[in-house]
């Protein structure tokens, strides 16, 4: 019997969830149910791994959440790599409900109901029911919730196997961790659509090269160390130049072992996207050459000629080496050839975050705290924007605590050195395009970050109505995640993002690129709409704690696959320009964002017009490599 792979804290915490959701099933006593869920959300916040307690049973009890008796599943888990109650209950109820709960609408109680009367339990099971109205028979249930349900369902399909971009980042991370200190190993990186940026991931695909490919044993332990990675649920294929593994949150991961001569052409291939490897591939072919993940070679003779890294593959068929963000054929090969790739924006050219939130409102840090983090990052400025009194849930201000906010806002500001603290607000766009705060303490913000957060479900004419009206309103400098997506769970709310955008133009009011990767929001598409417009970009990440700055990364990404520069983003500006900015006082381009060309201009006929932001583009570029 082979010994079990420890598993980290997520996939540890996983189970518990996973636990608790089927106690939930099966009727047990919700405070058992809730202590699973407690011990999960321990384990997730610890700074190391859960294992290296397990020899001293004491220090594992001084975790706020771990008892005895979670002590003791802890412990079975390490020695036997399962938990009795978990495997018991999945023995009990199918697997596949834990399916069912990624389905918005059905919750634990639904799906015991379900289990009762029907005796189903899998998703295609749930959706007979509902299409042929006997869902709408159960308690609690009706019409109009069957439809809710079969619309879910359509929506989980469309996304499933899709990861979020931090959590795809994040395995590449502890992949890479896992695998430096191996002998011979020189460069791990990632590719595919994690390398490219786009919004969301589906198989992560890992390169690795070095000495090590060149001597056998090594290489064998290097593949030995690769199987041995934490979460791994199943190991689909084990070769001497690839791995393929599972984890446990459903991601498939395809790490290749390369001899360092191939790497920039495979880092090249498997970067992708399809349709722009195969558009450089027809050039390679017109220039006498064949092109494929092994390397450039002339086409009569065979000979390899490029091959070790990217930019020489790209300079020998006389181009200039596209950004891994760029690679969609939506014109980079055209500017690429041209010398007219645009300078894109780099995350070191941001001067500050203007979207966070603290202990006022949601958030969990005070506003000192966030400040001092933003200083700690380099930033030369920030804002405290917390929410406004609709958002009721989140302990939003009413004009009176408004007031009150940017008075402290204002007092820690002149505590603290090295940064200056913009007092802001977020405030909700109601249902008629008003918004929830007076114009009198709207005009003493230095920021006013306008966004909708209820009535999602308006016609395409009434959601534009409703966003015209809110940029029209003097105060307002942001239109904060404009679409209102949350990524694999919620989609746009449909209105004319043209319409919008004239208006924004109009009204000197930017467009927030919310950088928190649940959201990505706008999204390029959209984006490269609003530089086409003259419409700027504020990028932000919408902290909630001092951790969640660290995602401006995605942002980044997003605005580069736009083909943005500096100059389309108005938080790259110093700290009084920026706040003149905000005041409806757009500074005038230097021309830096001219030296490229607009990928919209440059795609022969591939342009599409987006009349709704809900809309999706189909192209050859959302294929996977």
């Known amino acids: 019997m082979p010994e079990p792979r420890p598993l980290d804290n997520q996939a540890i915490a996983s189970i518990l969830y996973e636990t608790a959701s089927l106690m939930e099933i099966n009727g047990d006593d919700s405070f058992r149910v809730r202590s699973y869920r407690r011990a999960a959300e321990a384990i997730e916040a610890l700074d190391q791994p859960i294992w290296a307690l397990i020899p001293e049973p004491r220090k594992l009890l001084e975790i706020p959440g771990i008892g005895k008796g979670m002590s003791a599943h802890l412990q079975e888990l390490y020695e036997t790599g399962r938990i009795g109650l978990h495997a018991q209950l999945l023995e009990k109820y199918h697997p596949s409900m834990l399916e069912l709960l990624k389905i918005q609408g059905l919750g634990p109680k639904t799906i015991a109901l379900l289990w009762s009367a029907h005796q189903v339990c899998d998703v295609d099971g749930v959706e007979k029911l509902a299409r042929t109205g006997?869902?709408?028979?159960?308690?609690?249930?009706?019409?109009?919730?069957?439809?809710?349900?079969?619309?879910?369902?359509?929506?989980?399909?469309?996304i499933s196997g899709r990861f979020c971009l931090d959590d795809a980042d994040a395995i590449a991370q502890k992949l890479s961790?896992?695998?430096?200190?191996?002998?011979?190993?020189?460069?791990?990186?990632?590719?595919?659509?994690?390398?490219?940026?786009?919004?969301?991931?589906?198989?992560?695909?890992?390169?690795?090269?070095?000495?090590?490919?060149?001597?056998?044993?090594?290489?064998?332990?290097?593949?030995?160390?690769?199987?041995?990675?934490?979460?791994?649920?199943?190991?689909?294929?084990?070769?001497?130049?690839?791995?393929?593994?599972?984890?446990?949150?459903?991601?498939?991961?395809?790490?290749?072992?390369?001899?360092?001569?191939?790497?920039?052409?495979?880092?090249q291939y498997f970067t992708g996207s399809k349709s722009h490897n195969v558009a450089l591939r027809q050039r390679a072919l017109k220039l006498g050459f064949t092109l494929n993940e092994y390397g450039l070679a002339k086409l009569d003779t065979d000979k390899r000629v490029a091959g070790?890294?990217?930019?020489?593959?790209?300079?020998?068929?006389?181009?200039?080496?596209?950004?891994?963000?760029?690679?969609?054929?939506?014109?980079?090969?055209?500017?690429?050839?041209?010398?007219?790739?645009?300078?894109?924006?780099?995350?070191?050219?941001?001067?500050?975050?203007?979207?966070?939130?603290?202990?006022?409102?949601?958030?969990?840090?005070?506003?000192?705290?966030?400040?001092?983090?933003?200083?700690?990052?380099?930033?030369?400025?920030?804002?405290?924007?917390?929410?406004?009194?609709?958002?009721?849930?989140?302990?939003?201000?009413?004009?009176?605590?408004?007031?009150?906010?940017?008075?402290?806002?204002?007092?820690?500001?002149?505590?603290?050195?090295?940064?200056?603290?913009?007092?802001g607000i977020e405030v909700d766009i109601?249902?008629?395009?008003?918004?929830?705060?007076?114009?009198?303490?709207?005009?003493?913000?230095?920021?006013?970050i306008a966004s909708v957060h209820s009535a999602f479900n308006q016609e395409p004419q009434q959601m534009t109505g409703r966003l015209l009206k809110a940029i029209e309103n003097k105060n307002v400098s942001v239109i904060g995640h404009p679409t209102g997506r949350i990524l694999l769970r919620r989609d746009a709310y449909q209105f004319d993002m043209e319409a919008v955008l004239a208006a924004a133009a109009r009204n000197a009011v930017a467009m927030e690129l919310n950088a928190y990767p649940d959201r990505l929001d706008l999204c390029d598409r959209h984006l490269r709409m609003a530089k086409e417009r003259g419409v700027k970009i504020v990028i932000n990440t919408d902290s909630h704690h001092t951790s969640h700055m660290e995602k401006m990364k995605y942002g980044v990404l997003q605005a580069r696959r736009a083909w943005l520069t500096k100059d389309d983003v108005l938080n790259t500006l110093p700290a009084e320009k920026f706040a003149k900015a905000m005041k409806k006082q757009w500074p005038v381009a230097s021309g830096e964002c001219t030296n490229g060309i607009s990928p919209a201009s440059s795609a022969r006929g591939r342009r599409t017009e987006f009349r709704h932001a809900g809309e999706q583009r189909k192209t050859q570029s959302d294929t996977e490599p």
């Open 177 to 267: 961790d896992h695998l430096a200190h191996m002998p011979g190993v020189e460069k791990i990186t990632p590719a595919g659509s994690l390398r490219r940026g786009r919004e969301t991931v589906g198989d992560l695909d890992m390169l690795i090269t070095g000495k090590f490919c060149a001597h056998e044993q090594q290489r064998n332990d290097v593949i030995e160390q690769i199987v041995r990675f934490p979460g791994i649920l199943d190991v689909i294929a084990r070769g001497e130049n690839k791995v393929s593994f599972k984890l446990r949150s459903g991601m498939q991961v395809d790490v290749r072992l390369l001899p360092p001569e191939s790497f920039g052409a495979a880092m």
């Open 430 to 448: 109601l249902a008629d395009g008003s918004l929830d705060l007076s114009d009198s303490v709207l005009e003493e913000m230095d920021i006013a």
């Open 308 to 423: 070790r890294t990217e930019e020489e593959i790209y300079a020998k068929l006389g181009m200039d080496c596209p950004p891994p963000e760029l690679r969609e054929n939506c014109g980079e090969i055209e500017a690429a050839i041209e010398h007219r790739l645009p300078k894109l924006i780099e995350q070191r050219d941001l001067q500050g975050d203007v979207h966070m939130h603290t202990v006022e409102t949601d958030g969990k840090c005070t506003i000192e705290e966030m400040a001092e983090a933003a200083r700690a990052r380099g930033y030369q400025y920030m804002a405290i924007t917390d929410h406004s009194k609709n958002l009721a849930m989140a302990n939003g201000l009413d004009d009176r605590r408004a007031l009150a906010h940017i008075e402290k806002i204002r007092k820690a500001g002149e505590k603290l050195e090295g940064i200056r603290i913009f007092a």
């Open 134 to 158: 006997k869902l709408r028979e159960l308690p609690r249930m009706g019409e109009k919730q069957e439809q809710k349900i079969l619309k879910a369902i359509e929506d989980y399909r469309r």
